[in-house]
């Protein structure tokens, strides 16, 4: 595995629902808690808090909690770029960067995640290439669930670790 790529990776779902509806998972406060997030707070550049529905800008900043974490767990980070419909980009603290593109293939509506810049020592690959990729993966299935059938796979337990995702 000398060739293997550690310092990215690649994770893609088809989901029957509209563009807008799943950039909008992506882009504002409510659509992240839906799927992903048990907080997701939005800053704009001067520190005021984004509505729950108002759609994040480049520069805006993000503080991240998940189900089934106590609020140690907080991820910080700021989106870098975005544009409205489709592409979505955001810092995750030190795994890196990820980039989200919609995406219609063959009639279908893609989510594509790109994590890059992982670092490339033992902990970036352990922590950050195999563990973010199983965590994507979860979640956007997760996503693919809610949005196709209404229901959530999250663990929203904190007491019970040790589960796929938490």
Not at 43 to 67: C, F, I, L, M, S
Not at 110 to 127: A, K, R, W
Not at 135 to 142: C, D, E, H, I, Q
């Given at each position: 595995?000398?060739?293997?790529?550690?310092?990215?990776?690649?994770?893609?779902?088809?989901?029957?629902?509209?563009?807008?509806?799943?950039?909008?998972?992506?882009?504002?406060?409510?659509?992240?808690?839906?799927?992903?997030?048990?907080?997701?707070?939005?800053?704009?550049?001067?520190?005021?808090?984004?509505?729950?529905?108002?759609?994040?800008?480049?520069?805006?900043?993000?503080?991240?909690?998940?189900?089934?974490?106590?609020?140690?767990?907080?991820?910080?980070?700021?989106?870098?770029?975005?544009?409205?419909?489709?592409?979505?980009?955001?810092?995750?603290?030190?795994?890196?960067?990820?980039?989200?593109?919609?995406?219609?293939?063959?009639?279908?509506?893609?989510?594509?995640?790109?994590?890059?810049?992982?670092?490339?020592?033992?902990?970036?690959?352990?922590?950050?290439?195999?563990?973010?990729?199983?965590?994507?993966?979860?979640?956007?299935?997760?996503?693919?669930?809610?949005?196709?059938?209404?229901i959530d796979l999250r663990n929203k337990d904190e007491k019970l670790q040790n589960v796929i995702n938490s």
């Open positions: 595995m000398s060739n293997y790529d550690w310092s990215r990776f690649v994770t893609r779902i088809s989901i029957n629902a509209p563009f807008e509806k799943l950039y909008g998972c992506w882009a504002t406060r409510e659509g992240m808690e839906y799927w992903f997030l048990r907080l997701s707070e939005y800053k704009k550049p001067g520190g005021n808090v984004r509505a729950g529905n108002e759609p994040v800008q480049p520069g805006d900043t993000y503080t991240w909690r998940w189900h089934g974490w106590s609020d140690e767990t907080t991820e910080y980070g700021s989106i870098l770029d975005c544009n409205g419909k489709d592409h979505f980009k955001f810092s995750f603290g030190k795994a890196g960067d990820c980039t989200v593109t919609l995406k219609n293939e063959l009639g279908q509506n893609i989510v594509e995640l790109v994590q890059s810049d992982i670092p490339t020592t033992d902990e970036g690959m352990h922590y950050w290439h195999l563990g973010c990729k199983t965590g994507w993966t979860f979640y956007l299935a997760n996503l693919k669930s809610l949005l196709e059938g209404g």
